[in-house]
């Protein structure tokens, strides 16, 4: 029987991986992600699974025993932030490569330098094109509800990768707020039993990680490009069989008020709770705003977001990460190509905020339904306007920003 609890989003992962009872876990603690195999490791200790707890000397050689251990057809996962998942940069791509369906839980937190050790997506969007799917979660809830299914998502016989489950670092991984938990019988039915395609340890002769000279390489990369591509279908299909069971859907996006709305913002993780109380406020008002709420970014749902933009005024991109690039973050760089593919020319606006945990506020997610209403009036302003503005920076970085 379902059952409702109090915890962490920390706390809400470990327990989900109590359930699941993965074969492995390899890992190393990094602040704030530190809780997740420290509370799992309590439940290897007092015999509630049947685990493999690896402790290893750092997060490289955390992903590099995933990789040997899902490659040997054990269930694996393990969990990371920010510098820890840099530090697994390389064997990213090998898990990704050698198509090995293992669970990430990332806390994500800001990437160092400055040091900082508060929130942000740097992290996981510096990952985005090393071909593991990417999930983020908006609350406990969530990160609870996608890490069960990140496993059947991975597993997939059509998709076979790598899947990183996202949430905020401190913001949901340290808050404490009400869940619905499903039985452990539930959730072992619900991702069954694992049956790798090959395995070293199968009946196969199978070769892992040679050299794949230009005459393979290609092939191989379009492989894993196709199967990025089924893992949509993929996504969707999981996510029903997920509200059949516990009534909570779950898509490659969340539409909030988009069906009226004038104006929108693309947004990723919890600040999707901070927009659902502008919108509120916003049209109490008598004014149409509405939320596209990322949920899945790898694959990224191009033609979920380009429905839904469909008929809007303006649009704001709102991007928890800078990208470096001079024209803007990687969410929006994703969301101009979609409309530009989809030969909508809609106003858009590219917000970079809250960097190294800086607090992002109702009132300033309000400010930024503002000023893309009042400057998508004037048609002149999309030639003129600058490629991306920081949002609450002390410093008037671009002519008319909030301060």
Not at 149 to 166: D, K, N, T
Not at 336 to 364: A, E, I, M, P, Q
Request: one cysteine or more.
């Amino acid at each position: 029987m379902n059952r409702k609890s109090c915890l962490s989003g920390n706390e809400a992962v470990a327990y989900a991986m109590k359930q699941i009872n993965p074969d492995v876990v390899p890992a190393f603690p990094i602040t704030p992600s530190t809780e997740i195999p420290m509370k799992f490791s309590s439940y290897v200790a007092d015999g509630l699974v049947d685990t493999e707890f690896v402790a290893v000397e750092s997060e490289h050689s955390a992903m590099s025993a995933c990789i040997g251990s899902q490659a040997a057809g054990a269930r694996t996962m393990s969990a990371t932030s920010a510098n820890g998942l840099a530090l697994m940069w390389e064997m990213l791509y090998i898990a990704s490569s050698f198509r090995l369906p293992i669970i990430l839980c990332c806390v994500n937190r800001a990437l160092s330098g400055p040091i900082n050790i508060n929130n942000d997506h740097g992290d996981s969007m510096g990952a985005r094109d090393a071909g593991w799917i990417q999930i983020y979660s908006e609350n406990n809830q969530e990160a609870y509800d996608n890490l069960i299914q990140a496993v059947r998502i991975g597993e997939h016989s059509e998709v076979q990768l790598p899947v990183m489950v996202c949430q905020d670092g401190f913001i949901t991984s340290h808050a404490v707020e009400n869940i619905e938990l499903l039985d452990d019988m539930t959730v072992k039915d619900f991702v069954g039993t694992y049956r790798p395609v090959n395995s070293l340890l199968g009946n196969e002769s199978i070769a892992m990680g040679p050299y794949e000279s230009a005459d393979f390489y290609i092939e191989h990369k379009r492989q894993q490009a196709e199967a990025i591509i089924n893992a949509v279908q993929v996504v969707a299909e999981i996510g029903t069989l997920y509200a059949e069971l516990t009534g909570r859907p779950y898509g490659l996006i969340e539409k909030v008020s988009m069906d009226d709305a004038d104006y929108a913002l693309v947004v990723i993780g919890s600040t999707a709770g901070t927009s659902r109380a502008a919108i509120r406020i916003l049209r109490a008002e008598g004014i149409k705003v509405g939320m596209i709420k990322i949920r899945v970014y790898r694959p990224f749902p191009e033609a979920e977001v380009a429905a839904a933009l469909e008929g809007v005024t303006a649009a704001a991109v709102l991007d928890k990460a800078e990208g470096l690039s001079g024209t803007g973050g990687p969410l929006y760089a994703d969301v101009c190509t979609t409309l530009h593919r989809h030969r909508n020319n809609l106003f858009t606006r590219n917000f970079v905020y809250g960097l190294g945990g800086r607090d992002v506020k109702v009132s300033d997610i309000i400010y930024v339904f503002r000023e893309i209403a009042r400057e998508s009036a004037d048609p002149g302003n999309m030639q003129r306007m600058i490629p991306y503005r920081y949002l609450g920076v002390r410093e008037n970085t671009h002519p008319g920003e909030q301060t």
